[in-house]
């Protein structure tokens, strides 16, 4: 009898879990988005290791993050108006064709010895682009796909369980691979890995929801999104404490080659584990507000794992011994994805569906926007002060900025209870 109600449990947790998983159109995007993004993370670590390789300059590793995530910054806005006004499965359809010439582009330069430092920075910036409409416009795609809005928080904590199972996984096939073949096969192989998400979309029968009031002129759109989620005071404070995070705790991973050659000696595997095992602990959270079965106290999620992260960033920042790191990693890894897969799920929970696109487009901004300065300012900060100093006071400032959040918990909790 214990035996039959234990599997009768795992049984029920599983269907909680993955219950989004029952939308014909999020199982095509659930398995069509896996296998690109495998191939995502496999081009990052194996970019981000031929450019220390090529310079082993952290300035230069700091260049390339900017360069590659600065477009976000100034287009993802503007994203997010389009996303409010055009078909979001046929925007998808089009940034994906377009990531997946950029990647064979970079493939094919790596592959005949033409590859150059400023390649890749071409290159980072052309992907950035795409990505700025590109984020945006998948984070509401979510909506689209999920019919039962009560299951959105699933949905969207299963789409984050996705990209960090690919953060796993994608870093440690990169790392074999590039001391195996090169990195210009990781390049290629991520390009094919764009043919999957394509034919997903491309199979999906989505409703097209129109629009209530005629379209305004985009700068005019722009501008009423804005003022909307500064009048709102929880989206504020939410925006700024990603921002904050994002400026100062998310370029740890800019940093991540030099902590796996300089300071732990290791190699490209080496690299490829600690990327990989931030995944860990990120899987672990996602799967575990994906058991939630609603979102209550969400607010208090945000603040505790703001925490886990910043006071992990400054242990890891301490640590020589590579076992340490690892273990380090799987509670800044859970920290940062509880975090991020959290605000997402409040902000598309309180936002109005009229301008769920533009308030998407600010949440990207607030993470993938402005992240590239955070890697200039690591890249400086580094290159003057070393990898370890810069990781402290990153991290510092994120223990800090999730402190002053804590006031603003119970205003989130009773929105969420409406």
Same mark, same amino acid.
Request: aromatic content about 10%.
């Given at each position: @009898?214990?035996?039959?109600? *234990?599997?009768? *449990?795992?049984?029920? /947790?599983?269907?909680?879990?993955?219950?989004?998983?029952?939308?014909?159109?999020?199982?095509?995007?659930?398995?069509?988005?896996?296998?690109?993004?495998?191939?995502?993370?496999?081009?990052?670590?194996? @970019?981000?290791?031929?450019?220390?390789?090529?310079?082993?300059?952290?300035?230069?590793?700091?260049?390339?993050?900017?360069?590659?995530?600065?477009?976000?910054?100034?287009?993802?806005?503007?994203?997010?108006?389009?996303?409010? =006004?055009?078909? =979001?499965? =046929?925007?998808?359809?089009?940034?994906?064709?377009?990531?997946?010439?950029?990647?064979?582009?970079?493939?094919?330069?790596?592959?005949?010895? $033409?590859?150059?430092?400023?390649?890749?920075?071409? @290159?980072?910036?052309?992907? +950035?682009?795409?990505?700025?409409?590109?984020?945006?416009?998948?984070?509401?795609?979510?909506?689209?796909?999920?019919?039962?809005?009560?299951?959105?928080?699933?949905?969207?904590?299963?789409?984050?369980?996705?990209? *960090?199972?690919?953060?796993?996984?994608?870093?440690?096939?990169? +790392?074999?691979?590039?001391?195996?073949? +090169?990195?210009?096969?990781?390049?290629?192989? /991520?390009?094919?890995?764009?043919?999957?998400?394509?034919?997903?979309?491309?199979?999906?029968?989505?409703?097209?929801?129109? =629009?209530?009031?005629?379209?305004?002129?985009?700068?005019?759109?722009?501008?009423?999104?804005?003022?909307?989620?500064?009048?709102?005071?929880?989206?504020?404070?939410?925006?700024?404490?990603?921002?904050?995070?994002?400026?100062?705790? $998310?370029?740890?991973?800019?940093?991540?080659?030099?902590?796996?050659?300089?300071?732990?000696?290791?190699?490209?595997?080496?690299?490829?584990?600690?990327?990989?095992?931030?995944?860990?602990?990120?899987?672990?959270?996602?799967?575990?507000?994906?058991?939630?079965?609603?979102?209550?106290?969400?607010?208090?999620?945000?603040?505790?794992?703001?925490?886990?992260?910043?006071?992990?960033?400054?242990?890891?920042?301490?640590?020589?011994?590579?076992?340490?790191?690892?273990?380090?990693?799987?509670?800044?890894?859970?920290?940062? @994805?509880?975090?991020?897969?959290?605000?997402?799920?409040?902000?598309?929970?309180?936002?109005?569906?009229?301008?769920?696109?533009?308030?998407?487009?600010?949440?990207?901004?607030?993470?993938?926007?402005?992240?590239?300065?955070?890697?200039?300012?690591?890249?400086?900060?580094? /290159?003057?002060? +070393?990898?370890?100093?810069?990781?402290?006071?990153?991290?510092?400032?994120?223990?800090?900025?999730?402190?002053?959040?804590?006031?603003?918990?119970?205003?989130? /909790?009773?929105?969420?209870?409406?």
């Amino acid at each position: @009898m214990t035996r039959e109600k *234990n599997n009768s *449990n795992g049984q029920l /947790n599983a269907k909680v879990i993955f219950r989004a998983l029952r939308y014909r159109n999020f199982r095509l995007f659930f398995i069509g988005q896996g296998t690109s993004l495998v191939g995502t993370w496999m081009q990052a670590m194996a @970019m981000s290791w031929l450019v220390y390789r090529m310079t082993n300059s952290a300035w230069l590793l700091g260049m390339v993050g900017f360069f590659t995530q600065i477009p976000t910054f100034f287009l993802t806005p503007f994203a997010g108006v389009l996303a409010d =006004r055009w078909d =979001r499965r =046929r925007i998808l359809i089009i940034t994906q064709v377009l990531a997946m010439i950029q990647a064979f582009i970079l493939a094919f330069l790596t592959l005949t010895g $033409m590859i150059a430092v400023w390649h890749i920075i071409v @290159m980072g910036i052309i992907l +950035g682009c795409i990505n700025s409409l590109d984020m945006p416009t998948r984070q509401a795609f979510v909506v689209d796909m999920v019919e039962d809005r009560e299951i959105l928080s699933n949905a969207i904590a299963l789409n984050s369980f996705l990209f *960090n199972a690919a953060r796993l996984v994608g870093p440690s096939i990169a +790392g074999i691979v590039v001391a195996i073949a +090169g990195e210009g096969i990781c390049f290629l192989l /991520n390009g094919a890995s764009y043919l999957a998400v394509i034919i997903s979309l491309l199979f999906m029968i989505i409703i097209q929801q129109k =629009r209530t009031t005629p379209p305004l002129h985009v700068l005019h759109e722009l501008k009423e999104g804005i003022i909307y989620a500064y009048n709102f005071t929880p989206i504020r404070s939410i925006l700024l404490l990603i921002g904050s995070m994002s400026l100062m705790g $998310m370029s740890y991973a800019v940093l991540m080659p030099i902590f796996a050659k300089d300071i732990l000696h290791g190699n490209s595997h080496t690299l490829g584990f600690l990327m990989a095992t931030g995944s860990i602990g990120a899987l672990a959270g996602t799967l575990y507000l994906a058991s939630r079965k609603n979102t209550e106290g969400l607010g208090n999620i945000i603040a505790h794992a703001s925490l886990v992260f910043g006071i992990g960033l400054v242990a890891f920042s301490l640590s020589h011994s590579l076992w340490i790191s690892l273990i380090i990693l799987i509670f800044i890894g859970f920290g940062m @994805m509880v975090q991020m897969a959290s605000v997402n799920t409040v902000l598309q929970t309180i936002v109005d569906d009229d301008k769920r696109g533009r308030i998407m487009s600010l949440y990207t901004m607030s993470f993938a926007g402005i992240a590239p300065l955070g890697s200039l300012l690591a890249g400086a900060l580094a /290159n003057t002060l +070393g990898a370890i100093p810069t990781l402290i006071i990153g991290g510092a400032f994120c223990t800090i900025s999730a402190l002053f959040f804590f006031p603003k918990i119970q205003s989130i /909790n009773k929105l969420l209870l409406k």
